[in-house]
């Protein structure tokens, strides 16, 4: 079982950046596939990025590839996501989960607790 704590989040203005950083334990990370995900107000959770065993990475949308990068340092266990030209609608809890592949998709078994990244403009 592997344990997440997220921090990295904060108040940012518009187009500016922050690194999230999501520090595992109980597990090495390069076992799983780590993935971010983050909820806004009233809205589902929703995928943003992830990085695969291999190193591989996906991310949900264009835009969000253009702004955001999943990356690892399996040194020291810990999974980041550094997002740029950050904009209002990117304000939410960003969430850090470790999960695997599954059916042709990814089952998250464990997550962090959150940490939230609000944007003004």
């Known amino acids: 079982q592997v344990q997440l704590v997220e921090s990295g989040g904060g108040l940012v203005q518009a187009g500016g950046s922050l690194r999230l950083s999501c520090a595992a334990s109980?597990?090495?990370?390069?076992?799983?596939?780590m993935g971010w995900f983050r909820q806004a107000p009233g809205k589902e959770r929703e995928f943003v990025a992830r990085?695969?065993?291999?190193?591989?990475?996906?991310y949900d949308r264009d835009s969000v590839k253009a702004r955001f990068t999943i990356s690892r340092d399996t040194a020291k266990n810990t999974v980041y996501l550094q997002m740029n030209s950050l904009k209002p609608e990117d304000t939410a809890v960003y969430y850090c989960?470790?999960?695997?592949?599954?059916?042709?998709?990814?089952?998250?078994?464990?997550w962090g607790q959150g940490t939230q990244v609000t944007v003004s403009s």
């Open positions: 990085i695969s065993r291999n190193g591989f990475t996906t």
């Open positions: 109980g597990r090495l990370i390069s076992t799983y596939t």
């Open positions: 989960a470790a999960g695997s592949p599954q059916a042709g998709d990814y089952r998250y078994d464990y």
